[in-house]
């Protein structure tokens, strides 16, 4: 069976909103905010009625609740798409809206489907972050895993032991620079802009004493649903659709579960050796920013310029815009898209994310928004602008 190409069309996203009764979305259910991102994503696309949907995919971390009940279908009912629209539910944790992405790519690209809808919502305010979870207590007492693995900031710290040379400092300017590299988005309300690296500086600690990840150089806690409209090359182009970007090649890596940061250092050698690319070929990268240190990490694996790469989250991270768990892959992947109109001479960005319990995913897109002249290397991405 050969495979065909596909293609992303648009994107978009909730605001993202901070966890807790002072949030925007306290009172809203999740599976509302994808219904709201379903049916925008058609409103913008009119060339793609809802019966042309066939395959709805979600990720989401706790599957229960408004979370739960196979939300992919569900969300297809009440956004309204046909009833012959097949639904379902992933969860890889923060890698869940990515997973949703490429599981209905490659649903595509194998013929299943013609046109799919995936994404990510994570309604953190209603489900804490392993708040529901039991853990098989053979995963410490066979000594599987460290007791570090189970809270993400513990395996952030386990980063700066690796790494000695990443200090606390260089992490807080890496944090910095992403509050003020952003462009503004009047519904978030993660970003702070006016942030310093005096303020920084004496931020506590909470997951090591005298450590180094303070709330400061870590993503927050977060509301949100983010989707995509996925399609075969073919179907784009008989609809009359301009799609945005090609899916090139994604993979998915493990590593240590107590230091989950690395993930995305193994998964982008594997995708770069699936698709004959390299560092040198990509003009734009997008990566999660659970913590500054795995960023930094990422960046020196790499050769890139620490601690602010022109090619790197040219408009900052999940330290600035927040981190709903399983939507932060879609929202790497739109942020791809908005920077590829902005840059058409960008040939090929990558989309890579760590992932709870040591596992890391990466996604390589080609963009289609270009004029077809090659981008020069490293330097196609705006410098971020320090206000």
């Not at 706790?62 to 969860?91: M, N, P, W």
């Not at 606390?168 to 519904?187: G, H, I, N, P």
Request: proline share 5%; with cysteine.
């Amino acid at each position: 069976m050969k495979s065909r190409e596909v293609v992303l069309v648009d994107g978009i996203r909730t605001a993202f909103g901070r966890a807790g009764e002072q949030g925007f979305f306290w009172d809203t259910r999740a599976d509302d905010m994808v219904v709201k991102v379903i049916r925008e994503l058609l409103r913008r696309n009119p060339q793609v009625g809802p019966d042309m949907v066939e395959e709805n995919v979600w990720g989401a971390t706790t599957q229960e609740k408004d979370q739960g009940l196979t939300l992919g279908r569900t969300s297809a009912i009440l956004a309204g798409l046909s009833e012959k629209c097949a639904g379902a539910s992933v969860d890889r944790m923060c890698a869940g809206g990515m997973t949703a992405v490429t599981t209905a790519a490659s649903e595509i690209a194998l013929g299943a489907f013609d046109i799919a809808i995936a994404g990510g919502v994570e309604h953190m305010g209603h489900h804490p972050m392993a708040a529901t979870a039991d853990p098989n207590p053979r995963f410490l007492v066979d000594r599987l895993v460290s007791e570090d693995a189970l809270i993400m900031g513990k395996t952030a710290e386990n980063l700066h032991d690796m790494f000695p040379e990443i200090s606390k400092e260089m992490a807080d300017e890496y944090a910095m620079l992403s509050q003020k590299s952003w462009v503004v988005a009047d519904r978030d309300q993660q970003p702070r802009p006016d942030t310093t690296m005096e303020g920084l500086k004496d931020l506590k600690t909470p997951f090591r004493p005298l450590g180094n990840v303070t709330a400061g150089n870590a993503s927050g806690l977060n509301d949100g649903a983010c989707g995509v409209l996925l399609m075969a090359a073919d179907k784009a182009k008989e609809l009359g659709i301009q799609a945005k970007m090609r899916m090139v090649a994604y993979t998915y890596a493990g590593v240590r579960p107590e230091v989950m940061g690395l993930g995305p250092i193994p998964a982008t050698h594997k995708v770069f050796k699936i698709s004959g690319l390299s560092m040198d070929d990509i003009d734009l990268i997008e990566i999660n920013e659970a913590f500054a240190v795995q960023c930094i990490a990422f960046m020196k694996e790499f050769d890139l310029t620490v601690p602010d790469e022109p090619r790197l989250n040219p408009w900052g991270g999940a330290i600035a815009f927040g981190h709903p768990l399983a939507s932060s892959g879609p929202r790497l992947m739109i942020h791809l898209m908005h920077e590829f109109a902005e840059n058409p001479k960008a040939k090929y960005g990558l989309a890579t994310m760590c992932v709870g319990l040591g596992q890391g995913g990466s996604v390589i897109w080609e963009n289609l928004q270009g004029n077809g002249e090659k981008a020069p290397k490293k330097k196609s991405a705006p410098k971020k602008n320090k206000k």
